[in-house]
């Protein structure tokens, strides 16, 4: 049952949505895409409809995904880009087939080589990563201030000082547990 899978993490970038499909990562990790039906699901709610998918076609994009994850956090450290992380973008990016089309509402949408090929929408999410990575896009990666999430995230914020990859999740339980921090410590005086 598909109630029964962990509900996505989207964002407006498409590479750090897609890198949010593991969460948690440095505390109880969250694997968000578990099989390849919840592959397809992601990609259909990131405008990448494919038909169907396989357990290797999962694999790639598991691989992809860890390498964009150790990309975007060394860029966002200010690190040498890992070798390997490199390569696997590259490779995902160079073997897909995708072209940008232009809808009569003016909007960009993916139109995939073929409906059935995770690999063309593993491509679009490849050169995604490239052009954040690659300092292109307005705004700066960053890492989540959460120990136990430190996600790679694209701050587009105007001051570049957002300290959480998601309000809703990792910065509403840091002010949550600020809040029993403060009740533990006696009543404290109104802000
Ligand atoms: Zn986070």
């Not at 150790?70 to 490779?91: E, F, K, M, R, Y």
Request: glycine share 6%; aromatic share 4%; hydrophobic share 40%.
């Amino acid at each position: 049952m598909r109630a029964d899978y962990p509900d996505f993490r989207l964002g407006n970038v498409l590479a750090t949505s897609f890198t949010a499909t593991l969460s948690e990562r440095h505390g109880d990790a969250v694997e968000r895409i578990p099989t390849p039906r919840r592959l397809v699901d992601w990609l259909a709610v990131s405008g990448l409809a494919v038909d169907s998918c396989t357990t290797a076609q999962l694999d790639l994009a598991r691989e992809l995904r860890e390498s964009v994850h150790a990309a975007a956090t060394a860029a966002a450290s200010q690190h040498a880009l890992p070798g390997t992380a490199v390569q696997v973008i590259n490779d995902r990016s160079a073997q897909g087939r995708a072209a940008a089309v232009l809808t009569p509402e003016g909007r960009r949408h993916w139109q995939l080589g073929s409906a059935s090929r995770v690999e063309d929408a593993l491509s679009v999410i490849a050169a995604d990563a490239i052009s954040v990575i690659a300092g292109e896009r307005d705004g700066k990666l960053a890492l989540c201030a959460s120990p136990t999430c430190r996600a790679a995230f694209f701050d587009t914020s105007r001051s570049r000082t957002r300290k959480w990859c998601d309000m809703n999740t990792c910065g509403n339980r840091q002010k949550k547990a600020r809040f029993r921090a403060n009740q533990r410590t006696g009543p404290t005086p109104a802000e």
